[in-house]
């Protein structure tokens, strides 16, 4: 459950900024099937992961966290 929040967040911001899941986990290094997974809550995302989403994104690690988990 706490997987899916995480990824449902990057998701958001993803698509708010504008990229596609291929160009954004081209930009991040990672492959399409990994964030596919992150976004869809099967695998939680690293911390490094989190800070590279974070930089793409132009937003803070702390912008992702979800917000029952922010408190």
């Known amino acids: 459950m706490e997987a899916e929040k995480w990824g449902r967040r990057i998701r958001a911001f993803r698509k708010l900024k504008g990229y596609t899941q291929e160009s954004f ?5 990672v ?3 990994i964030l ?3 976004e869809r809550g099967n695998r939680m995302p690293a ?3 989190l800070e590279r989403a974070a930089y793409m994104l ?3 690690v702390e912008d992702l966290i979800p917000p ?4």
Request: charged letters at 40%.
């Open 58 to 60: 132009k937003i803070t």
């Open 25 to 29: 986990a081209k930009e991040l290094g």
């Open 47 to 49: 911390v490094d992961f």
């Open 31 to 33: 492959s399409v099937s």
């Open 68 to 71: 029952e988990e922010n408190r």
């Open 36 to 38: 596919g997974e992150i």
